[in-house]
């Protein structure tokens, strides 16, 4: 079974730009949650879907948006985007819709420096 | 809500020794304690977890110890080996959420050869 995707792997953007980013779950997941990782902060949920709905939202501005397709796929966007946004961003599926946070399985993570 | 301690910050052992991390949870209603390994450069790894109806759960070489009265809870490393290099991370639910997890800010293992 493939792993968790996502895309691109690095970026590079300037203050006031947007973003999107992509992520492929696990084949059978339907559970997506998004992750920022920074060294300072350590990982921050972001948000999780499921069958297309955002179930649980992190403590994070509403620059950070994200949504998920009928095929599991999710994208998450930031627009806006300032200095502190630089971060890596994970993905993270699981097989278990009734608790989610249980087995995550990460993708690598894409790493966004804004400039 | 969940406040996740992690310590130490950064732990260097000589291979084969043991290593213990330790990590404190606010919530009294957290009911799942994970432990994550992320190498330099990869993805974190769930290489153990612990429902709170359990004291102790082992896995070869790595175990989990929970302390729901103090409510922490600990990861141990036996006969460390240099591969065991990484960054650990435990995590808890904050009360009420089956959604996502709080992460401690993480210990950097380094396993002398």
């Known amino acids: 079974k493939a792993g968790v995707t996502q895309t691109p792997r690095y970026l590079i953007k300037t203050r006031g730009q947007q973003v999107t980013l992509s992520c492929s779950p696990i084949s059978g997941h339907r559970s997506v949650s998004w992750y920022q990782q920074t060294p300072g902060q350590g990982l921050q949920f972001l948000f999780e879907y499921f069958s297309e709905t955002q179930r649980n939202k992190g403590n994070f501005p509403g620059r950070f948006s994200g949504r998920q397709f009928s095929n599991s796929r999710s994208e998450m966007n930031v627009s806006t985007l300032e200095l502190g946004d630089s971060a890596l961003y994970l993905c993270?599926?699981?097989?278990?819709?009734?608790?989610?946070?249980?087995?995550?399985?990460f993708g690598s993570g894409t790493q966004l420096s804004v400039l | 809500g969940e406040n996740v301690e992690q310590h130490p910050s950064t732990l260097s052992v000589q291979e084969g020794d043991s290593a213990v991390i330790k990590c404190t949870y606010s919530?009294?209603?957290?009911?799942?304690f994970p432990w994550y390994k992320q190498e330099l450069g990869k993805r974190p790894q769930l290489i153990i977890d612990?429902?709170?109806?359990?004291g102790e759960k082992k896995d070869q070489r790595i175990a989990v110890t929970l302390n729901k009265t103090a409510k922490h809870f600990s990861l141990h490393i036996t006969e460390t080996q240099p591969e065991d290099s990484a960054v650990y991370f435990c995590?808890?639910?904050?009360?009420?959420?089956?959604?996502?997890?709080?992460f401690g800010k993480g210990t950097l293992l380094t396993v002398n050869p």
């Open positions: 919530d009294s209603a957290s009911n799942y």
């Open positions: 993270a599926s699981s097989p278990d819709g009734v608790r989610p946070n249980e087995k995550l399985f």
């Open positions: 995590a808890a639910p904050p009360r009420g959420s089956n959604y996502k997890l709080t």
């Open positions: 612990i429902r709170s109806n359990v």
